[in-house]
């Protein structure tokens, strides 16, 4: 690693990495930013929700080339294996090096996006670097709906020029995404006493994933399954009552784990037979794609939840569009998806929260409206957030004309260009600034938004000269 260009890279990463990011907790990493721009007398903008936008005067050589902005956020999806024990409000997260891999101890490694921080970071700090004059634009709360992106202010940016580092994959331009919004429907639940014994029936061993990456891959969605494995054992157990429920950990991640309680008559060991041919049935439906397993303990509960409730609850989590909705035939990728993400139970009603991609607005709205209805008809109400607009392909862009050129030169093949089903905050900057030229890059991170999140550290370096040389570019300094 000590030959590494991307050297300095690396180390702002192992340094906002020692500071808590998660979505909604950005307050620390935000002013660790600004104050290190302000020791290095940049100017700096900290706005309300704690964006920062950092401007750079450009290298000796470069004054009159146009403005270039480098963009991506600052907060991370905060997951982590049942069994480590990590506080991500407290805890800093530990990088690993294990040869070109990097990694945490169980957790997710943050590097989407803590690495287009890190290169921000260094581009702005190292005096070496040939560049046009750069606007650093680092945003929060985007793990959890683009909040950042939505309250910036566009007038403090005059870059007509911005590079995303959110992309996931090497050699992959990304050039348009979906449009996205968080749906939370409220169920109401009444409450019966409960005498029965009562177990705890967990489903966990799923893969997971970014809902808008993975979401093709029909991996199993544990809250889908959790509550259909109530209505198949409801089948078999004429008195089984549903008590509580919940599962996922964010809404934009295919959640890899679930519960619920229940309270039953019937024996312990005539219940765990029943599950068993219950996973079995899970295992062969998921064989080719995915790992399930479910298990059952003893707990205690003295109340549970009405007949009512409990139908209202399983046709909700039945009936509620999950995966792939519809397709774009020619570009072989989803248009429309959602992704039931997140149950939570509350003391008046259980909570579904479901994360809703579309590269088609009328799509998006249809869909937004199917579930307020299937909310509506369950007994509950749907409220709609964090709603970003897509990102439109343009025909014609200059900045990614250079990228291709400049890809070519450094690996002597095309890269691939494309649009994907996962959000950027390209989408709402774009709506603000509607004349911006915009392209999308990243090294190779693996699993994001899971515990096994891993990252390609020749794969970084690449980027790393990739991004320099098209700074090299656009500063004039290259023919």
Request: charged share 25%; glycine share 8%.
């Amino acid at each position: 690693m000590q030959n590494l260009k991307c050297k300095s890279v690396l180390h702002y990463f192992e340094q906002i990495n020692k500071i808590p990011r998660g979505s909604g907790n950005e307050e620390a990493v935000s002013a660790y930013i600004a104050e290190l721009a302000k020791k290095n007398a940049l100017l700096v903008h900290r706005d309300k929700a704690n964006n920062v936008i950092i401007k750079k005067p450009a290298s000796k050589g470069c004054e009159n080339a146009p403005a270039v902005c480098i963009q991506g956020h600052m907060d991370m999806v905060c997951e982590k294996r049942d069994d480590v024990v990590h506080d991500f409000t407290k805890d800093p997260i530990k990088v690993i090096y294990d040869g070109n891999i990097m990694h945490a101890d169980g957790t997710t490694l943050g590097a989407d996006d803590g690495i287009a921080v890190a290169m921000a970071l260094a581009l702005l700090f190292d005096s070496d670097i040939p560049h046009p004059p750069l606007e650093v634009l680092l945003t929060t709360d985007e793990e959890v709906g683009m909040l950042g992106a939505a309250a910036f202010d566009p007038k403090l940016i005059s870059s007509r020029t911005l590079i995303n580092i959110d992309s996931e994959q090497e050699g992959v331009f990304t050039v348009g995404c979906a449009g996205g919004v968080k749906l939370h429907s409220l169920i109401p639940v009444n409450y019966v006493k409960n005498s029965a014994p009562a177990y705890k029936i967990s489903i966990g061993g799923l893969l997971g994933g970014h809902s808008g990456i993975e979401i093709h891959k029909e991996r199993g969605n544990a809250n889908k399954l959790i509550l259909r494995l109530f209505k198949m054992l409801c089948a078999d157990f004429d008195d089984l009552a549903l008590a509580g429920v919940c599962g996922g950990a964010k809404d934009n991640v295919i959640p890899r784990s679930a519960s619920m309680t229940v309270a039953c008559t019937a024996p312990f060991d005539e219940l765990s037979e029943h599950i068993k041919i219950a996973e079995d049935v899970f295992k062969k439906e998921l064989a080719d794609k995915d790992d399930i397993f479910v298990k059952i303990e003893k707990t205690e509960t003295d109340r549970v939840f009405d007949s009512d409730t409990a139908k209202r609850l399983t046709a909700f989590a039945a009936l509620v569009p999950n995966g792939v909705q519809s397709r774009y035939i020619t570009l072989d990728m989803p248009e429309s998806s959602n992704n039931l993400g997140v149950i939570k139970q509350h003391e008046d009603c259980v909570e579904f929260v479901c994360a809703l991609r579309s590269g088609t607005a009328s799509l998006k709205g249809e869909l937004t409206d199917a579930i307020r209805q299937l909310t509506a008809l369950c007994g509950g109400t749907m409220t709609a957030a964090g709603d970003y607009p897509a990102w439109e392909y343009r025909p014609h862009s200059a900045l990614r004309e250079i990228f291709i050129s400049e890809y070519k030169k450094m690996y002597g093949s095309d890269p691939v260009v494309e649009t994907v089903h996962a959000g950027l905050e390209c989408g709402l900057i774009g709506e603000k600034i509607p004349d911006m030229d915009m392209i999308s890059l990243g090294p190779d991170l693996y699993d994001i938004h899971t515990p096994d999140e891993r990252a390609d550290i020749a794969s970084i370096e690449r980027t790393w000269q990739l991004l320099l040389n098209v700074l090299q570019q656009l500063s004039g300094e290259r023919t």
